[in-house]
């Protein structure tokens, strides 16, 4: 809503300190129960995870699903988003070095859809990045996002002591990186600051995954002690706004006990299809 549409409303006084609450929830998380192809959250599943468009692919699909037991809309979207050190992913305006925005190429219908329970709809995407575009990778995101049933907002007069009411409600949702990849692109790999870090009574493997070229990645770390592999992370993805990710994988208990003084070895592989980024490793004392 623009600003010059909205009215004033002289506000009388009262009595009480106004009670005001807010809630905001944009949740994208991938529960460890799905396949790797797809991501859900709450009764929204988004499949698959990532859509990469190739040399020439002009066509994609993702498939919304309602796992819920009540009738919902969604709107979808696109958004620009960047990645943090740490995998977390923050809104951008800018996108990384080497890297470009795909949002002014991407073409996709329907923006809205209704779903009965347990009910799918299939979202197509089309790439419209231009021949002459600049060789590169190009990536943005679609948003799924539910639509809440409006509420009607509390009446202050409502309110036995005077005070304000606001009524809010949460909005959930989760995206999935659209990515269009036009030339000779590679990227590689290496492994750095290695160590064991403990807490609250857990313990993890901490490692820097370092990228550079001028594509992202997607893989599997994993640590092993000696030849046996005692902690795995799959669906590790490093992008171009991020240099590094720095990744914690939690050492089960039974091997937590035996690493103390071992030698342990940490690995990276990608796994996305046709990825020819070369694997990487690095080997540290477990203190």
Known sequence: MRADNIKETPMKPIKTIYKIAFICAMIAAILPSIP?????????????????????????????????????KYRISVINRKMMEDGQMQPATQPGENEFFADKFLRYGPRQVELGPKETQTIRLMSRLPANAQPGEYRSHILVQEIPEASAAQDAA?????????????????????????????????????????????????????????????????????????????????????????????????????????????????????????PAEISFNAS
């Open 158 to 278: 409502n309110n036995a002591d005077g005070s304000v009411g606001v009524n809010v409600q949460a909005i959930f949702g989760m995206s999935i990186p659209v990515f269009m990849r036009k030339g000779d692109l590679s990227a590689d790999i290496t492994l750095s600051n290695a160590k064991i870090i403990r807490s609250d009574g857990s313990t993890f493997a901490q490692v820097n995954i370092n990228r550079s070229g001028n594509k992202s990645v997607l893989g599997t770390t994993k640590v092993f002690a000696g030849d046996e592999e005692i902690a795995i992370l799959k669906g590790i993805a490093v992008y171009l706004s991020a240099p590094y990710r720095t990744v914690l994988l939690e050492i089960p208990e039974e091997y937590a006990k035996t690493i103390a003084g071992k030698t342990l070895r940490v690995t990276y592989t990608a796994s996305e299809t046709g990825e020819d980024t070369p």
């Open 36 to 72: 790797q192809t797809a991501s859900a959250v709450g009764g929204l599943l988004v499949s698959p995870k990532r859509v990469v468009f190739g040399p020439n692919e002009r066509l994609q699909e993702i498939r919304v699903v309602n796992r819920g037991e009540e009738t919902q």
